[in-house]
């Protein structure tokens, strides 16, 4: 069956023939008979052809030019005025005037009429005038005064100086046993000679005698609690003004190990560390007093009650003006023309401060949602006044509440990811440093 293409003649042969090839690309091409070809056909001409394909290849059986679409798209001539363009810039200085409600603006009239309507004499007060439109404008919203910010505590950052100057003072065999007791102590160097004597087992080697490494441990581990001890407190000492009164009270602690207290070297740097403590801790707490009469003088009732939560000691409540003051606003916050999301945001704030029972709101919330119930029978056993007032009852063995943690919605996890990220941190195994063969020997003998 013949079908029609456009070829490019690529040549013309003395022997009455021709080659030729699609219009465009490299194949198909071909040979055929020079007798096809039109009058006035050169080399590069392209032509419309007919062509049959067989078993040998393709015959070409007619030429003809290729039609030309002929475009019969009429253009049309642009004649100006003849006069030069001149750009204008205009801007209007004139006022904005107000909108113009006696048009009769038809979107305007339904409103009107609709609201009308709904409202009928509601609308209008004593004098007979209309009311704004709508619901009443509130004013604009000033949100709280911000806090001042209290500085950030620095945590001690201990250095390895004393610890390293030591470790080097001792023989190369001694050096892993120290280090073994710097990690645990003597139980973690009877632990990893315990392992090494298991691996001489299976191999049938002498076993290593594990009571003169331990003996040389507890030799050694009252100075290097002293290294450790004062690479702490060298640490501190250059935050001593910024430092965290956990880690400063951690350091203090240390220092009545019998250990240390053994050691006079250490008696200047202990006695430095104390008087910091206090004077930390004085600070500290004026600092707390003060943020806590901020808060409660704007109003940031939840801030005051976090802050009363945390106090610089543990165990230290606030002074009891400050209590009374805590308590009133508390219970001006828990009303009933409140929103259930305030209460919640409040109660939660309450329940682990200082004065979690002295408050006890008059009336519920007008509107009770289901958040709020689930919130007051959570904290009902640290709030057992606000579930009463909700009627929810509390078991007597129900266990205290604990403070929600705060959570991110980009890092909630699925259980399935949750159940596998536990089972692959349980299957983790802590790593045991094996001391030398060599130095167990050295030192056992």
Do not use: Y
Not at 104 to 121: A, F, L, Q, S
Not at 315 to 325: L, S
């Amino acid at each position: 069956m013949a079908r029609r293409l456009d070829i490019e003649i690529t040549s013309v042969r003395a022997d009455d023939t021709f080659t030729w090839r699609a219009a465009g690309a490299k194949a198909p091409k071909g040979v055929a008979a020079r007798s096809v070809l039109p009058d006035g056909v050169k080399v590069g001409d392209v032509l419309r052809a007919e062509a049959e394909t067989t078993v040998d290849g393709i015959d070409i059986l007619a030429l003809s030019a290729p039609k030309v679409r002929e475009r019969r798209a009429e253009l049309l001539q642009l004649v100006g005025s003849g006069k030069d363009f001149v750009p204008v810039t205009q801007v209007s200085t004139a006022p904005r005037r107000a909108r113009d409600t006696s048009r009769g603006d038809r979107r305007g009239n339904k409103r009107n009429d609709r609201r009308g309507d709904k409202r009928g004499t509601e609308g209008r007060d004593s004098t007979g005038d209309k009311r704004s439109e709508g619901r009443a404008r509130k004013g604009p919203f000033t949100p709280p005064p911000e806090l001042t910010k209290r500085p950030v505590a620095k945590r001690v950052k201990p250095r390895n100086v004393h610890r390293k100057a030591l470790l080097e003072s001792l023989k190369p065999e001694e050096r892993p046993i120290a280090e073994q007791a710097l990690r645990g102590g003597a139980k973690a160097v009877r632990e990893a000679v315990k392992k090494q004597n298991h691996d001489l087992a299976k191999n049938n080697q002498p076993l290593i005698n594990a009571e003169n490494l331990v003996n040389f441990a507890l030799g050694l581990i009252p100075r290097l609690k002293v290294a450790e001890w004062r690479d702490m407190a060298d640490a501190a000492t250059e935050i001593l003004d910024d430092v965290d009164l956990r880690d400063l009270r951690a350091i203090v602690a240390k220092a009545n190990d019998p250990q240390l207290l053994a050691d006079s070297s250490t008696a200047d740097l202990r006695e430095a560390m104390r008087n910091a403590l206090e004077r930390r801790q004085e600070s500290e707490i004026a600092s707390w007093h003060g943020a806590l009469d901020e808060a409660l003088s704007v109003g940031r009732v939840v801030a005051a009650l976090r802050l009363a939560s945390n106090p610089p000691k543990a165990g230290m409540p606030p002074q009891p003006e400050v209590n009374a003051r805590l308590v009133a606003c508390v219970n001006d916050n828990l009303v009933a023309d409140a929103t259930s999301d305030r209460w919640i945001i409040v109660l939660e704030a309450l329940a682990f401060s200082p004065v979690r029972l002295a408050v006890r709101p008059a009336r519920t919330p007008e509107k009770i949602s289901k958040e709020l119930l689930t919130t007051v029978a959570r904290l009902g056993r640290a709030l057992p006044q606000v579930a009463e007032l909700f009627g929810i009852p509390v078991a007597a063995d129900a266990p205290m509440p604990r403070p929600l943690r705060p959570t991110r919605r980009d890092q909630k996890k699925s259980p399935r990811a949750t159940d596998r990220r536990d089972k692959k941190s349980s299957a983790v195994k802590p790593e045991r440093t094996v001391m030398p063969e060599g130095s167990t020997e050295a030192v056992a003998n």
